[in-house]
């Protein structure tokens, strides 16, 4: 499988559609504090996306998805190093996620925070969400950044 990673449009509509498909809610019409979105091609199909945010003086990852065919060959792996590297490149000395799938990151070096203002902070996005402790169970999880 060939996959090139690539900044793409913070409001990409395909960005968009590959969420809706997986089931995430419409959290991208928030585009504020975005920094950048990467996309993952195969060819010209969209097969994965996620966002970097800075938000309240956090970076955050933002909407990470790749799609359903595509899962288990790295590609979530790739795009969360991507992000974590321009973090680190912007001077973030960590990284946060409000994550559906913590296992994932946890595997990736993220420490799930169960309490604090950063916890709170970054709930305050699932306020209100239909998903909430229905089909969706966040945590938050943080990883610290090492400069390579």
């Known amino acids: 499988m060939d996959v090139t990673v690539r900044p793409i449009a913070i409001g990409s509509a395909a960005a968009i559609d590959l969420g809706r498909a997986a089931g ?3 959290a991208e019409g928030d585009t504020d ?13 969209l097969v994965g996306t996620i966002g970097l945010r800075r938000w ?7 909407w990470m998805v790749v799609a359903e065919d595509r899962r288990g060959l790295g590609l979530g792996s790739r795009l969360l190093a991507r992000a974590e590297r321009e973090a680190l490149d912007k001077g973030a000395d960590r990284i946060w996620v409000l994550a559906r799938a913590p296992g994932f990151y946890v595997g990736a ?3 799930p925070v169960d309490a604090g203002p ?3 902070m970054l709930f305050t996005s699932c306020d209100g969400c239909e ?3 229905v ?3 966040p945590r938050v999880a943080a990883k610290d950044l090492a400069p390579t």
Not at 33 to 45: H, K, Q
């Open 56 to 62: 309240r003086g956090l970076y955050i990852i933002a």
């Open 24 to 26: 995430l809610e419409e």
């Open 33 to 45: 504090g975005m920094v950048v979105r990467w996309g993952a091609f195969e060819g010209s199909r």
């Open 135 to 137: 089909t969706c169970h």
């Open 109 to 111: 070096g993220y420490v």
């Open 118 to 120: 950063e916890c709170a």
């Open 131 to 133: 998903q909430l402790g």
